[in-house]
């Protein structure tokens, strides 16, 4: 059946061909449709070879070119069987056609238009009887009429089930396995172990010491994690890298180096080894300090990147390739992108405006930077709070460029607030629900804000958007170091021994999840849009990859 | 001579306050609760009237009134010294109207019908003199004292009505009512506190520590996690620094948040203010503490906060529970109208 590609043969098949083409991952409807489609073609091949052997030859070519069988067809059986009894009826129609014993070329055009036609009409056979309410597996089938739709479920991920012990065990052993080298236990990954009492909502997530970075536990020579790659665990632990972007570039830069002095292995492609040698070191990052959404995002573009590597490049070439990628990675999405959005914000900022911001963001501190140069004549309040105060740094920043600013901490948001003209926030992520997953704080902000009627407007780059949907601040969380809340005033430590206490707990949240309905505005990269449409902006990024 | 000592005493003691009470507004909030502050208020109106020279009714109130002015003047945002000497000038009223016989209700009533049909209504200033006015005065005023000294149990013995077993409940700071409030609760029952520590004086970590030891699961948590906690918290129990005559509050930095997130969760939020907190002012001035200005910065550093009534719940003081929209009443009811300017 060489004619696959015909216009007027069936769509379906052409979509899946199509999409084999491209790379793209095969649905879980396709993918069950093909598996009917070759199981149908096994039993046409068999009732042919009955009938002639010259069919077979006609039938093996759309066997090849459908995917190798799925270990779950079995289960289709069942609901496939009863479905071709119906189609071999119009097949053995048409067989008259096919018993010819040397079908003449002119012929052969017709012969196979007929037998599509005969295809056509045994898969709609089997898609009208599994769509039947007794077929068992047909369930996905029915309810799915866009081709679209993902799969539902995804494994949770580890770091919110801390409070199971099955999962911190499966994480354990995972850790060990990572290791490429077969020496001893000294080389695996060590697991962070938690630190102080936890807060018996939060008993989910983890919670650790920034005085037992990750790093003590490692033995040194440790050769399955690259040294550049320890410096930046390190660095991420002690916060000395902190920020979504920052630790996005950091992390890309890293393993910039991490290629370049990577040799291939002999009898090993670079692409799978490369892949399987990143895996440890996200592990290890990950124990250090849990991954932001930035970093998955662009983790998952150098894996896409790196598989892709035809097998025939030369490790050479293939390394230059994937560093320039990585370079252009950077350059679009963080650097330009703040270009982007900056150049929208800026019209959003009128001479005379009062400008409140939160902690430090360096997308919205580039944005004011900018502003300024551009003579637009306005004043800045930077809202801080404990026990991180990153505002401070902003303020630094911001005077140092000769901006008038005020300072408050956030408890005096109320004070302040009927003086402001307008609000911009950063974002660590955008929730696909439209929820604002940002730095704690950040919702009492919005809160505020809406309640003196004053325009919250949130700053994000395209790739900080996240699949995720979360709806409070509890479920998926960061938990750091509980003694930072630690004060001395007057000279007394109040929570000094706090350990020793057993009902007293410190939080020190990180993260919080700011409703849609507190946020006027989002400027991205891709223009100004509503909270709401962060899931039509990532089905958008989905199709263009 | 006997007479000379004793009023330089007095003086030497009213000063000494005033100096005491100057110092505790700059520093690091007051030294003393408002609780102590009242009770030393009191005793010392008290002693002035005791020791002070006066013949009639009149004398004693103008003699308390110029004191009471020293008084706030020297501490502005302490307001219990005056809602004190407003308290001590109704007492004296009230002795004086019975002393000369007549009932204290219709006295005290400003009904409608006498404000248009009597004009001038104070006539009477006061002048006539009553032996035994000074010792009911004393007396009526060792009354309000012991008021005062058992204010914080009546508002504790009121706790297990309001708080039921497993609840969460979240407090702002350091308030000693609320401390009592909960260690109260705590004796028969199971529930877990969270304390908004208050930057940057952080009282949050006293109170914390306070209840913890009294076997309260007690969680500290940083002010910019309020709101972020607030869906999980089943009631909110704060203090204040002083009750304004329209339900308002104006309390420590942080407060209004804190009640535009309870609204915004619908969780009730709850007052436990005593009544010698409640004043009549009603407009405020926020008090800003510090304002420094390093070259180019501002900063500001507001010491307390205005929440309006419509966030709050309820009120629990020493008398019982009330709406806010019945503070004006009880207002009413602890001062005379006439005194309201001091």
């Not at chain 1, 102080?196 to 005085?211: A, E, I, N, T």
């Not at chain 1, 890298?241 to 670079?270: C, M, W």
């Not at chain 1, 009128?350 to 997308?363: A, F, H, M, P």
């Not at chain 1, 629900?433 to 730095?439: A, I, P, T």
Request: charged share 25%; proline share 6%.
């Amino acid at each position: 059946m060489a004619d696959c590609g015909e216009p007027d043969g069936p769509g379906n098949k052409d979509d899946i061909t199509r999409s084999k083409n491209e790379g793209k991952e095969l649905t879980k409807e396709e993918k069950q449709r093909l598996r009917k489609q070759k199981k149908h073609q096994k039993k046409q091949k068999e009732r042919k070879n009955e009938k002639g052997p010259s069919e077979t030859e006609k039938d093996k070519t759309p066997v090849s070119l459908l995917p190798p069988p799925q270990p779950v067809a079995t289960q289709k059986a069942p609901s496939a069987l009863p479905a071709p009894a119906s189609a071999p009826i119009p097949v053995p129609a048409s067989a008259p056609f096919h018993s010819s014993p040397a079908p003449s070329p002119a012929d052969k055009p017709a012969k196979s238009k007929a037998e599509l036609k005969a295809e056509r009409r045994a898969r709609q056979e089997t898609d009208r009887a599994a769509k039947q309410p007794g077929s068992s597996s047909s369930g996905i089938k029915t309810k799915v009429p866009l081709s679209e739709l993902n799969p539902v479920v995804k494994r949770l991920p580890e770091h919110v089930q801390v409070d199971d012990p099955a999962v911190v065990k499966r994480l354990a052993k995972k850790l060990e396995r990572q290791q490429t080298l077969p020496y001893g236990a000294s080389n695996k990954i060590p697991l962070r172990s938690d630190y102080g009492y936890k807060v018996s909502l939060f008993s989910h997530l983890h919670q650790y010491s920034r005085k037992a970075p990750l790093t003590q536990l490692l033995s040194i020579p440790s050769t399955v994690i690259h040294p550049s790659i320890v410096r930046l665990g390190l660095q991420y632990s002690q916060g000395i890298v902190a920020g979504s972007n920052a630790r996005s570039v950091a992390l890309l830069h890293a393993f910039k180096q991490v290629i370049r002095d990577y040799t291939t292995p002999p009898n090993e492609e670079l692409s799978r080894d490369l892949v399987n040698k990143l895996k440890p070191y996200i592990s290890f990052l990950n124990q250090c300090r849990p991954l932001s959404a930035s970093m998955g995002n662009a983790i998952k573009y150098i894996k896409k990147e790196i598989s892709n590597i035809p097998s025939q490049c030369k490790e050479e070439e293939a390394k230059t390739k994937l560093l320039t990628c990585i370079d252009r990675y950077i350059e679009e999405k963080i650097v330009l992108a703040a270009k982007a959005i900056s150049k929208y914000a800026i019209e959003k900022i009128s001479d005379g405006d009062v400008i409140l911001v939160y902690g430090y963001s360096s997308l919205v501190n580039n944005i004011l930077c900018e502003a300024f140069e551009k003579s637009r004549k306005f004043r800045v309040i930077v809202v801080d709070s404990r026990p991180r105060l990153e505002g401070r740094e902003a303020l630094r920043r911001l005077v140092q460029r000769g901006i008038s600013c005020t300072y408050v901490l956030i408890s005096a948001l109320s004070y302040i607030l009927p003086e402001v003209s307008k609000v911009f926030l950063g974002a660590h992520a955008l929730l696909a629900n439209g929820y604002v997953m940002s730095r704690v704080g950040t919702s009492q902000i919005a809160l505020v804000a809406r309640t003196y009627n004053v325009p919250v407007l949130v700053c994000c780059e395209t790739y900080k958007f996240c699949e995720r949907v979360q709806t409070d601040s509890f479920v998926s969380n960061e938990l750091d170091d509980p003694d930072d809340l630690m004060v001395t005033r007057k000279g007394k430590t109040q929570l000094e021994n706090w350990q020793d206490v057993s009902s007293l707990g410190l939080l020190n949240l990180v993260y919080d999840v700011t409703p849609p309905d507190f946020v006027d505005l989002v400027i991205t990269d891709l223009g100004m849009i509503p909270c709401t449409s962060v899931p039509v902006v990532l089905r958008v990024k989905n199709l263009d990859q | 001579m006997p007479g000379a000592d004793k009023e330089a005493d007095l003086t030497e003691r009213i000063e000494a306050f005033l100096a005491d009470l100057k110092r505790g507004g700059c520093g690091t909030g007051p030294i003393r609760g408002s609780g102590e502050t009242a009770r030393e208020t009191t005793a010392l109106l008290r002693k002035v009237t005791a020791q002070a020279r006066w013949s009639s009714a009149g004398d004693l109130m103008e003699i308390i009134r110029k004191e009471g002015r020293r008084m706030t003047a020297a501490q502005p945002s302490e307001t219990t010294v005056g809602n004190m000497v407003l308290r001590v000038l109704k007492i004296i009223r009230e002795e004086y109207a019975r002393s000369r016989g007549s009932s204290e209700e219709t006295d005290q009533q400003e009904s409608l019908h006498k404000l248009l049909t009597s004009g001038g209504l104070s006539d009477e200033n006061f002048r006539q003199h009553y032996v035994h006015l000074k010792a009911n005065v004393i007396e009526a005023i060792n009354e309000l004292l012991t008021e005062l000294e058992g204010t914080t149990d009546n508002i504790a013995m009121q706790a297990l009505e309001h708080i039921h077993s497993n609840e969460v409940i979240m407090t702002v700071g350091r308030s000693r009512t609320v401390e009592a409030f909960l260690k109260d609760a705590a004796r028969k029952r199971k529930f877990h506190v969270i304390v908004a520590e208050c930057a940057p004086f952080c009282q949050g970590h006293e109170m914390a520590t306070n209840l913890s030891k009294a076997s309260i699961e007690t969680t500290v948590i940083a002010d910019a996690a309020i709101f972020a906690v607030m869906s999980r918290v089943n009631k909110v129990i704060i203090g204040t620094q002083t009750v304004l005559a329209n339900g308002g509050l104006r309390a420590v930095n942080g407060t209004h948040t804190v009640a535009l997130a309870a609204r915004h969760h619908s969780t009730p939020l709850i007052v436990c203010a005593p009544m010698f907190k409640l004043s009549p002012q009603v407009v405020i001035t926020t008090v800003v503490r510090n304002r420094i200005i390093l070259s180019k910065v501002n900063v500001h550093c507001p010491v307390f906060d205005y929440v309006p009534p419509e966030l709050i719940t309820l009120f629990i003081s020493n008398i019982g529970g009330n709406a806010p929209s019945y503070i004006y009443r009880l207002m009413s009811e602890l001062y005379h109208p006439e005194d309201h300017d001091l």
